[in-house]
């Protein structure tokens, strides 16, 4: 086989520039830190590698939405243990206006602040978060809950969410008619028939709904003392002058029958029958606030007076449990916050480590393989030298 100067010239330089390649190559990894520069360069990691970035990217994206969301229920917390300060004294208030050691200027007086009270939870109400959004207007989030203190709920039901795993969102807000507005229970006694001097009177049943209506019937064939049937079945309430003013329980008495009380008075006739019924309405705290402010400042705060008078205190403590349950929402909500950011950052950790397993360049290898590429780099170099100077002519 022969092999001419030309050939011997072109297998030097190839193995050269090959040399040159390998050289290059390796140098830009150590200068990048990364092993693969191209998807040529290991096709099957490429792909693991951009399938691992998405979810380290994803995850991320979870974790910055889990501080945002956890940004808001700071927001609405605070919103609403204001709240709840502010209802606290409103009650304390209430009761120092409801006693009788009070008269018309103190009650004025303390009509005053509970009225600057409610100004200040009409404005918390109405609170913004941090991108200017009505924190209690469900959906409709440019658009005040409240218009007035005696106004009705404008925003919608609906709760904004945020994704912060994978399957995994979170309420970021709380509808305002869910929190500011309470239902009011009322038992009333209604005299169906009977003489004048008997009634009943109803304690501890604001809270409790009666439907279908109770009745009561004197009968004094029932008990040789006589007594009211209820309802005409077996449940009888025995009735003598001697029980005049004492409360009755009615579910003690009778389970069957709801947790109301009453209290019997005069003289019963056999002619004698009653019906508890029950009246029940919703509206916001600030409107329940401002009756009783008009009541005290009109130094009318008994039972029959006015509207939510005997069953005030009931009611703000109606509204109140409102605030302390959403309150408690928000709570559950942040523990799942904190919850799901172990998990994401766990994954984030994870998806990092393999990713850096595939991608980053092992510097101790890679520097000997340059050492190794350079000494055969030199040496291709110093052989073409060597080589290119043989000529036959050089021994005729």
Do not use: C, W
């Not at 050289?23 to 990364?34: E, H, I, P």
């Amino acid at each position: 086989m022969r092999i001419s100067t030309s050939q011997i010239f072109d297998q030097g330089l190839t193995a050269m520039l090959n040399k040159q390649t390998e050289l290059s190559q390796t140098q830009l990894q150590v200068s990048t830190g990364k092993k693969i520069l191209s998807p040529s360069d290991d096709p099957a990691a490429s792909v693991e590698m951009l399938n691992l970035q998405r979810e380290f990217s994803l995850t991320e994206q979870y974790l910055d939405n889990a501080t945002k969301a956890e940004n808001k229920q700071v927001v609405e917390e605070g919103v609403l243990s204001s709240a709840t300060d502010m209802l606290q004294r409103i009650r304390e208030l209430a009761i120092q206006g409801l006693s009788d050691t009070n008269g018309p200027n103190q009650r004025k007086a303390i009509a005053a602040e509970m009225n600057q009270l409610n100004e200040q939870l009409f404005l918390l109400s109405n609170s913004k978060d941090a991108n200017g959004d009505y924190l209690f207007s469900g959906f409709q989030s440019n658009t005040p809950p409240y218009a007035t203190i005696s106004g009705t709920y404008q925003g919608d039901e609906g709760q904004r969410s945020m994704k912060i795993g994978a399957g995994v969102t979170i309420e970021t807000n709380d509808p305002g008619n869910a929190i500011f507005e309470a239902r009011h229970i009322s038992t009333e006694s209604t005299k169906v028939a009977g003489s004048a001097d008997s009634n009943i009177a109803i304690s501890n049943s604001s809270t409790t709904e009666i439907n279908p209506a109770i009745t009561f019937t004197y009968n004094a064939a029932i008990v040789p003392s006589g007594g009211y049937d209820v309802n005409g079945g077996p449940t009888t309430i025995p009735y003598t002058a001697a029980d005049a003013g004492l409360n009755i329980d009615l579910n003690t008495l009778d389970p069957s029958l709801p947790n109301v009380s009453v209290t019997l008075t005069g003289t019963p006739s056999a002619t004698d029958s009653f019906s508890l019924t029950t009246t029940s309405s919703v509206q916001t705290m600030f409107n329940t606030i401002d009756q009783f402010v008009k009541a005290l400042e009109a130094d009318q705060v008994g039972p029959n007076n006015g509207p939510n008078n005997g069953d005030f205190l009931t009611n703000i403590d109606a509204s109140m449990d409102n605030v302390l349950n959403t309150q408690a929402k928000i709570g559950t909500r942040v523990n799942s916050i904190d919850y799901q950011r172990d998990i994401n950052e766990g994954l984030s950790f994870t998806n990092e480590k393999m990713l850096s397993e595939i991608r980053d360049l092992d510097y101790a290898e890679a520097i000997s393989r340059l050492s190794l590429q350079m000494t055969g780099l030199e040496a291709a170099q110093q052989t073409f030298t060597r080589v290119q100077g043989l000529s036959l002519f050089n021994y005729l």
